[in-house]
């Protein structure tokens, strides 16, 4: 399984950035899918989370201004993130639990940067 973000870029703050990441491969059932971001000197934090039934699951700071989705078709999850602020900036990943030939793996997407300016 393979994962590709796109959607990252410069946006001032207040602004807005959707987010994609799309699973391709085969033989593979996605389960939960997730984003997480690091800024520069800091840990990698979960953002928000998505089951296969799109039961969500976000971290307080971004509550309210970011919207997780997934489409099962596409095997792709999306954030859409609004009211972006300064401390949003960071390197965004993508992550996925899957099942490939009924074992459990865990992937990770190549991240893709976000910047916002202030």
């Known amino acids: 399984v393979q994962l590709q973000a796109s959607g990252g870029g410069l946006v001032q703050a207040g602004g807005s950035l959707r987010l994609s990441c799309a699973a391709s491969?085969?033989?593979?059932?996605?389960?939960?899918m997730a984003w997480y971001r690091q800024a520069p000197g800091k840990q990698r934090d979960l953002v928000a989370s998505?089951?296969?039934?799109?039961?969500?699951n976000y971290v307080d700071s971004v509550k309210g201004r970011f919207t997780i989705s997934r489409d099962n078709v596409k095997n792709t999850v999306y954030l859409q993130m609004d009211s972006l602020k300064p401390e949003d900036t960071a390197v965004y990943y993508c992550?996925?639990?899957?099942?490939?030939?009924?074992?459990?793996?865990?992937?990770w997407g190549q991240g893709t940067l976000v910047t916002v300016s202030s």
């Open positions: 992550k996925c639990n899957a099942e490939v030939r009924f074992r459990p793996y865990v992937y």
């Open positions: 491969g085969s033989g593979f059932i996605i389960n939960s």
């Open positions: 998505i089951t296969r039934g799109s039961s969500t």
